[in-house]
T-cell receptor, first 112, second 113 residues
């Protein structure tokens, strides 16, 4: 079993809908949680960065972390066709520096 | 501000050869990390360098090595290439490397024939 599990999708939604993504993890040492967006043939782009449990909002993006359930979520409001990409969750432990453990990614398709 | 720059963008090599990939971090960033991305295994951590010292290492064979220069630029070397080394190799940088925000380059796509 992988340390970080993420549904590969594809997740297809109509333009304007809310996209809901999530990851589960098994390592209780993880304290830093990130969401990246990756377009084809490009590197991952950091969307959200959170520490410990709680919610964080940035524009159309909301990240939630529930450490008690080992579950993190990303919500994208008012989705656009340009949001079509692969979304990767990543996490790290405090002593791990920049050693991130990634989920496998969820492919999202936003249809006009 | 320029992002993380990786060269070359694409590489084709044959089995048994060696390859060197280059990474220039964001200006002012002192930590450089390398990741391998494949369809089967996803993104996996290779190693992290800070102040020219390897600070952390992933679970890869010794054929994978790296170094960092005094200007924070980094190189990654893979010796005795195998077919399974075909992947997108991503470099990422951060200010100091202590669980900070990590910014990725576009990667080097390596194909081993």
């Amino acid at each position: 079993q992988k340390e970080v599990e993420q549904d590969p999708g594809p997740l297809s939604v109509p333009e304007g809908a809310i996209v809901s993504l999530n990851c589960t993890y098994s390592n209780s040492a993880f304290q830093y949680f990130m969401w990246y967006r990756q377009y084809s043939r490009k590197g991952p782009e950091l969307l959200m960065y959170t520490y410990s449990s709680g919610n964080k909002e940035d524009g159309r993006f909301t990240a939630q972390v529930d450490k008690s359930s080992k579950y993190i979520s990303l919500f994208i409001r008012d989705s656009q066709p340009s949001d079509s990409a692969t979304y990767l969750c990543a996490m790290s432990a405090k002593a791990a520096g920049n050693k991130l453990t990634f989920g496998g990614g969820t492919r999202v398709l936003v249809k006009p | 501000k320029a992002g993380v720059t990786q060269t070359p963008r694409y590489l084709i090599k044959t089995r048994g050869q060696q390859v060197t990939l280059s990474c220039s971090p964001i200006s002012g960033h002192r930590s450089v990390s390398w990741y391998q991305q494949t369809p089967g295994q996803g993104l996996q951590f290779l190693f992290e360098y800070f102040s020219e010292t390897q600070r952390n290492k992933g679970n890869f064979p010794g054929r994978f090595s790296g170094r960092q220069f005094s200007n924070s630029r980094s190189e990654m070397n893979v010796s005795t290439l195998e077919l399974g080394d075909s992947a997108l190799y991503l470099c990422a940088s951060s200010l100091e490397g202590g669980s900070e925000k990590l910014f990725f380059g576009s990667g080097t796509q390596l194909s081993v024939l």
